[in-house]
């Protein structure tokens, strides 16, 4: 079993749809994170829950609505997304402070294609 | 603004050496990080440094120089499987991740 997993892998929704994305981690980490990774541009840091309470939220338009009801489980909820949407967003999770390096666990992704 | 540079895509063969630059202008310096991820996968952390100098780890070794704002990633002894996407990031003084784009590396026989 990974340290995070996510699911779904693949979604395809409609602008009107309402869907959610969830990730689970397995590794005690206090930390979990939602990114954006889009073809040949930098990962985009969307949220960050630590100790279950929402640290950041980097200007993350409205239509993106994160949860995260343990320090185990986050959900990305969507709805009524554009197809610029269209990306893989990635789950990870970390350990905070680390005393070290603090590296990124992350997750294997969810495909997201908004038609 | 806060910037990290990668060369987009590498091309190397079989058992040779590649090195993949990444420089940085960011807030702040409190690490550099290497990650690498094929294609349909995680990222996965391959090094750390926080300190000038080179980090090695098996076949792959990691070198920083934060006066010039600089590191590099070096592969050797490459092998068909190390055909990825190796992300560089830095934590800012705010303890932020602030990341490349990625540099697609392929590996021919």
């Known amino acids: 079993e990974t340290g995070v997993t996510q699911t779904p892998r693949h979604l395809v929704m409609g602008m009107t749809n309402k869907k959610s994305l969830k990730c689970e981690q397995h590794l005690g980490h206090n930390a979990m994170y939602w990114y954006k990774q889009s073809a040949k541009k930098p990962l985009e840091l969307m949220f960050v829950y630590s100790l279950e309470e929402r640290v950041e939220n980097n200007s993350v338009p409205s239509r993106f609505s994160p949860e995260c009801p343990n320090s185990s489980h986050l959900f990305l909820h969507l709805h009524t997304l554009q197809p610029e949407d269209s990306a893989l967003y990635l789950c990870?999770?970390?350990?905070?402070?680390?005393?070290?390096?603090?590296?990124?666990?992350f997750g294997e992704g969810s495909r997201l294609t908004v038609l | 603004g806060q910037n990290i540079d990668q060369p987009t895509e590498m091309t190397a063969t079989e058992g040779a050496i590649v090195q993949i630059n990444c420089t940085y202008q960011t807030s702040g310096f409190n690490g550099l990080f290497w990650y690498q991820q094929h294609a349909g996968e995680a990222p996965t952390f391959l090094s750390y440094n926080v300190l000038d100098g080179l980090e090695e780890k098996g076949r792959f070794s990691s070198f920083l120089s934060r006066s010039k704002g600089y590191s590099y990633l070096l592969l050797k002894e490459l092998q068909m499987k190390d055909s990825a996407s190796y992300l560089c990031?830095?934590?800012?003084?705010?303890?932020?991740?602030?990341w490349g784009a990625g540099t697609k590396l392929i590996i021919k026989p």
């Open positions: 990870a999770s970390s350990q905070e402070p680390s005393g070290g390096a603090g590296e990124l666990f």
């Open positions: 990031a830095v934590r800012d003084s705010n303890y932020q991740l602030i």
